[in-house]
């Protein structure tokens, strides 16, 4: 199998040739036809997040041993199976979840993978889908999308629930609620159209890129705030008040400080950026503000059948997918860091031997065979 890793930290990717994996136990193969490009693979490759000031929490603090073949928005068909691997069938389509915990901790046990303390996070701890091949441990981290195409499908499993995750973390309520996405990455456009497609109410898209406020305009975002001095005001504005929910999809200490800012009484921050530093909080505005404060990281596997479910049955407006060939993955993670994605760039394995780079979505979209 041919594979991209991050062999050292700070550095760029290396390709390489490794011999393809065989399934053992409950263990299935699957042949990856697309994986997403997110964020977080840009703090893999250079090893770790920003605390604030000088500190950092590295990835080696964290157990992380290199090579780290990243991707964890990967989908293909299953190839083989191990002798114990049961409820799915070689060459079925299936979305892999990558929030893989221990599977025997009382967390894992009651389905909460993401809240184990001994993560096997595919594209970190266990090799990702930045590669042709791609070993899970289990069928039950496999999930069917028929009906998707590969390419939109793949960002689901991270942009798609980790935006589903985070609004199902706020509520709207009165008839004068309304909210503000900060961010309009792959995530936070996710989280537009689907806020769209969720509630009739305004909703306020904050970046500092106007590309992306564009964007945001087109997913379904009702006014756009440029980020900056005076957003507070544009926010407060736009909205005729305080926002009754803000979802920071940035995690600076200046989004942070904007979302509470604009947070009316009785609100929800929920943060899910991590860009990364130290913010410093008026501890007591949280009782008199009666404010909640909430971290959020990806979902689980029941939470991405349900966001598996909601696009199909609700259809938001999809973020653009721009598909690139494997071989490309530095190319992908220096334009994701130069801010120039507008929705999600996809890696496709099949492409290498057939085709060159896709920029645009339609060609994109021409590149992923259907499901
Ligand atoms: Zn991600
Ligand atoms: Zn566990």
Redesign the pocket.
């Known amino acids: 199998m041919k594979s991209q890793r991050i062999v050292a930290y700070g550095a760029p990717l290396e390709s390489a040739d490794l011999p393809t994996p065989e399934p053992r136990g409950t263990e299935v193969l699957v042949l990856v036809s697309a994986c997403?490009v997110?964020?977080?693979?840009l703090h893999y490759r250079d090893g770790g997040y920003h605390l604030g000031g000088e500190r950092m929490l590295t990835l080696k603090e964290r157990g992380v041993e290199l090579p780290i073949t990243p991707g964890?928005?990967p989908i293909g068909r299953v190839a083989a199976l191990g002798p114990e691997a049961r409820g799915v069938s070689v060459g079925e389509t299936r979305l892999v979840y990558p929030w893989i915990g221990c599977g025997s901790c009382p967390r894992c046990v009651a389905g909460r993978d993401i809240d184990c303390l001994s993560m096997r996070t595919l594209?970190l701890f266990r090799p990702g889908g930045y590669s042709t091949h791609l070993l899970v441990p289990h069928p039950r981290y496999l999930l069917e999308t028929d009906g998707l195409d590969d390419g939109y499908a793949s960002t689901l499993?991270?942009?798609g629930l980790?935006a589903w995750s985070a609004l199902k973390k706020i509520s709207i309520h009165y008839s004068d609620d309304g909210i503000l996405l900060i961010g309009a990455g792959g995530?936070g456009l996710t989280a537009v159209g689907f806020a769209r497609a969720l509630w009739d109410c305004p909703i306020v898209a904050v970046d500092r890129d106007e590309t992306k406020l564009e964007a945001a305009t087109a997913m379904g975002a009702t006014h756009v705030v440029r980020a900056g001095p005076g957003a507070v005001e544009a926010v407060r504005e736009s909205l005729q008040g305080p926002a009754a929910a803000v979802v920071d999809f940035v995690g600076t200490p200046d989004t942070a400080q904007l979302g509470f800012d604009v947070l009316r009484k009785g609100g929800s921050l929920v943060l899910i950026g991590l860009h990364g530093g130290a913010w410093p909080l008026t501890v007591a505005m949280l009782p008199l503000r009666n404010v909640a404060l909430v971290g959020s990281l990806?979902g689980t596997v029941a939470e991405t059948r349900e966001v598996i479910d909601f696009v199909r049955n609700r259809r938001p407006d999809r973020i653009p997918i721009v598909a690139r060939p494997l071989r490309e993955a530095n190319a992908a993670l220096a334009e994701l860091a130069d801010g120039a994605t507008i929705g999600r760039q996809v890696l496709v394995p099949d492409a290498d031997s057939t085709r060159s780079t896709a920029r645009s979505p339609s060609e994109a979209l021409d590149m992923i065979p259907p499901a």
Do not use: L, R
């Not at 997110?38 to 693979?41: A, F, N």
């Open positions: 997403g997110c964020h977080s693979d964890h928005e594209g499993a991270c942009a980790t995530v990806t």
